[in-house]
Nanobody, 120 residues
Framework: QVQLVESGGGLVQAGGSLRLSCAAS????????MGWYRQAPGKQRELVAA???????NYADSVKGRFTISRDNAKNTVYLQMNSLKPEDTAVYYCNADLEAKGLGYFDYWGQGTQVTVSS
């Protein structure tokens, strides 16, 4: 059984910062890319940032220069440092991992989501 558990969401004023964490646990053999997605009310889920096992990163244009994704491979954990937050960053943020569970092939796994609310 594989689980992705997110933490770090909350309410912050515009211009503030939050740090999200997502830890993968269970019978994990290896992890490829990990990433963060978000979904605002009435909108489709969108990619925020992703990072490969080698450390290459990719960001949505709307967060470049403000958000930083990183990972600790030894802890199977991915982080999202969010600075200069804007009200339009308000959404449920989901962690995603492309990983191989022991005895299975590679599949996408998702966390339960964590709410980020930015007040103006």
């Amino acid at each position: 059984q594989v689980q992705l558990v997110e933490s770090g969401g909350g309410l912050v004023q515009a211009g503030g910062s939050l740090r999200l964490s997502c830890a993968a646990s269970g019978s994990i053999f290896s992890i490829n890319a990990m990433g963060w997605y978000r979904q605002a009310p009435g909108k489709q889920r969108e990619l925020v940032a992703a990072i490969t096992s080698g450390g290459s990163t990719n960001y949505a244009d709307s967060v470049k220069g403000r958000f930083t994704i990183s990972r600790d491979n030894a802890k199977n954990t991915v982080y999202l440092q969010m600075n200069s937050l804007k009200p339009e960053d308000t959404a449920v943020y989901y962690c995603n991992a492309d990983l191989e569970a022991k005895g299975l092939g590679y599949f996408d796994y998702w966390g339960q989501g964590t709410q980020v609310t930015v007040s103006s």
